[in-house]
Nanobody, 114 residues
Framework: QVQLVESGGGLVQPGGSLRLSCATS????????MGWYRQAPGKQRELAAE???????NYVDPVRGRFTISRDNAKNTWYLQMNDLKPEDTAVYYC????????WGQGTQVTVSS
């Protein structure tokens, strides 16, 4: 069964950076897409970024130009590089993969102080 393990969350100052990682066993080539969702306090979950198996990326408007999603096939891992973080980026971030169905990481807290 597919298991996703997240790391990299934490507390940062506005304007700071973090890199989130999502690792799994087995080849990531089996996934049709890989991505990151986030849920801010009092708000619904939203897609932050995703990358398809052929390398096409998609970002929610508020993070475009600040966040970058990438992958490392040899390490079976994908990343979310978050730069110029803002208080409104504060959320629990969940990594996600699709392979016939959705798989989810355990969530990692990102807090940007105000």
């Amino acid at each position: 069964q597919v298991q996703l393990v997240e790391s990299g969350g934490g507390l940062v100052q506005p304007g700071g950076s973090l890199r989130l990682s999502c690792a799994t066993s087995g080849s990531i080539f089996r996934f049709s897409s890989m991505g990151w969702y986030r849920q801010a306090p009092g708000k619904q979950r939203e897609l932050a970024a995703e990358i398809t198996s052929d390398g096409i990326t998609n970002y929610v408007d508020p993070v475009r130009g600040r966040f970058t999603i990438s992958r490392d096939n040899a390490k079976n891992t994908w990343y979310l590089q978050m730069n110029d973080l803002k208080p409104e980026d504060t959320a629990v971030y969940y990594c996600n993969a699709r392979w016939g169905m959705n798989y989810w990481g355990q969530g990692t807290q990102v807090t940007v102080s105000s």
